[in-house]
């Protein structure tokens, strides 16, 4: 048996975030969604998504009977319970639509299925709590639940490593867990809103300050001094220092320097120079639009605070101003005096005063360069992946740098 994490028609929805990945592989907690689903059920875990994605992120090989589900749903012990109980025939249905579907053989749901489940499926109703990441400020919106589900999981029945005296806590301790190498010294750590989670052989420095919840990914590293407001979640291999408010780093991307993110996401690969700087709240505190790539133009996000959302492998310069509810996309080189503007589309070169395309093959010779640091090999899948973003967002490139 296996589990199928669709897409459920999010896809475009969750851009730029999932021009590289499915919805199941995004980060809002400690653990990616998937991981969080194979941990909880123990079966093999595959993707229904893009065809362009197929070949990174693939379906299961087995032909037994599977479980289909929303791949943007934040996996529960009691979700994962119902959905495991499930048999051939029968779709689980919760917040009026359906969560996941047992199938048989070569069976699939149609993209219509997930909000409006067929007749002729029997039925099975779920009242516990649903979590959906429907959009991209939905993972720093729900990154606090995201990690308090993930540290129970991941820390019920198991000892931390121990704290050093040196450092100062506020709130529970046994809130604090530290994985295996996990390097903490002279910090202020407060856990009244929620618990800190500090994974293997990861660093925080000296001086730091941390309100939880607040994850730290496997050999990532807070630099000296950081302020760390939570509910945030900073992925394996990254890089942090300055000010970060309600914030989510997918993975080994950096923030190494002076300057504030707040409310935001940033995908993998990603560098933000120094004194980078992002606005969050808009001057008239009214509601924040962002661009939207299922409409192709803002849109209200609900939400009052809400700062940038940026693309794997893209880059701002020294001093970068970001406005509020910035979207940028994939290998974007984002430099210059000014705010520029509020959306950025993927392989964009430039800012407030202009730019221009920047030219794939430089734009890959750099993220081989940069995955290199960390010891990732930039595949020919991995490049396959970002040429299809690149012909999506020009078509028919008149410059390019």
């Known amino acids: 048996m296996s589990i199928i994490l669709s897409d459920a028609g999010l896809h475009d929805h969750l851009k ?6 499915p919805a199941a592989q995004l980060r809002p907690g400690i653990l990616r969604i998937s991981e969080g689903w194979y941990v909880r059920s123990g079966l093999s875990v595959g993707y229904r998504t893009e065809d362009y994605l197929a070949q990174v992120f693939p379906m299961p090989v087995d032909d037994a009977s599977r479980f289909e589900v929303d791949g943007a749903l934040l996996p529960t012990d009691d979700l994962a319970a119902a959905v495991m109980d499930l048999r051939p025939g029968e779709v689980l249905v919760g917040s009026g639509r359906a ?23 029997k039925p099975v109703r779920f009242s516990g709590e649903v979590t959906r990441i429907e959009r991209p400020w939905h993972l720093f919106q729900h990154c606090g639940k995201a990690i ?19 450092n100062t806590v506020v709130g529970d301790p046994t809130l604090i867990f530290l994985e295996e190498g996990a ?14 989670y500090i994974g293997k052989g990861a660093e925080v420095m000296e001086g730091c300050l941390i309100r939880g919840p607040f994850a730290l990914g496997d050999h990532a590293q807070l ?3 950081a302020k760390i407001y939570g509910p945030s979640s900073f992925g394996p291999e990254c890089r942090v220092g300055g000010e970060v408010n309600n914030s989510v780093l997918l993975g080994f991307s950096n923030k190494g320097h002076d300057g504030f993110l707040g409310n935001s996401v940033l995908g993998e690969w990603c560098n933000l120079g120094a004194d980078t700087n992002n606005s969050n709240l808009k001057n008239t505190y009214g509601e924040v639009h962002a661009f939207s790539y299922a409409t192709g133009k803002a849109e209200p996000t609900g939400l009052q605070f809400c700062g940038l959302i940026m693309g794997d492998h893209s880059k701002s310069g020294i001093n970068t101003m970001f406005n509020t509810g910035a979207v940028v996309g994939v290998a974007a080189n984002v430099f210059g005096s000014g705010f520029p503007p509020k959306h950025i589309p993927s392989f964009s070169w430039g800012g407030a005063e202009g730019g221009a395309v920047h030219a794939m093959d430089k734009a890959l010779e750099t993220a081989r360069r940069v995955m290199e640091r960390r010891h990732v090999p930039l595949t020919a899948v991995d490049e396959a992946v970002l040429r299809h973003v690149f012909a999506s967002e020009h078509e028919a490139p008149a410059t390019a740098r």
């Not at 969560?99 to 499926?121: K, V």
């Not at 308090?148 to 040196?166: C, H, V």
């Open 99 to 121: 969560l996941a579907f047992g199938i048989a053989g070569n069976e699939s749901p149609g993209p219509g299925n997930w909000t409006d489940p067929p007749s002729f499926l």
């Open 148 to 166: 308090a589900n993930d540290f129970k999981l991941l820390t019920e029945g198991r000892r931390s490593q121990p704290l050093s005296s040196l």
């Open 223 to 225: 630099k000296m001094g």
């Open 183 to 196: 390097v903490v010294e002279a910090c202020t750590i407060n856990t009244k809103s929620g618990p800190v």
């Open 16 to 21: 730029p975030l999932t021009f590289t990945r």
